[in-house]
């Protein structure tokens, strides 16, 4: 039996509500300076739940070849990353007017 969604009642392989869910969701990529002048890149305003979060983390460091962690719903990257975590989450499928960039 395949799985089915819970929000639309779809099997889950035929079901778009992540992909709905993400061309919605707003984003801010920000820069912030840490201790003794370290640049950080925050990405806040992910709603994909805590599993999702780390998931994209992960694939943001490699991507970055940086360090970073999750805190609070956001994801923090050492160093500046802005325009490499905005071509990553258009990739994933939230949409280029959704994503802010301080
Ligand atoms: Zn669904």
Avoid at 33 to 47: A, M, S, Y
Avoid at 58 to 66: D, E, F, I, Q, R
Wanted: charged letters at 30%; aromatic letters at 0%; one cysteine or more.
């Amino acid at each position: 039996m395949e799985e089915i969604c819970p929000v639309c009642g779809l099997p889950k392989s035929i079901c778009a509500c992540k992909v709905i869910s993400r061309e919605q969701q707003k984003v801010r990529i920000k820069l912030e300076t840490r201790k003794w002048g370290r640049p950080v890149t925050i990405v806040e305003g992910l709603d994909n739940g805590k599993e999702d979060l780390h998931k994209l983390a992960k694939k943001l460091k490699v991507a970055c070849a940086s360090g970073g962690t999750v805190k609070n719903n956001m994801i923090i990257l050492q160093g500046d990353h802005r325009q490499k975590v905005k071509e990553i989450l258009l990739s994933i499928g939230l949409l280029d007017e959704n994503i802010e960039v301080l």
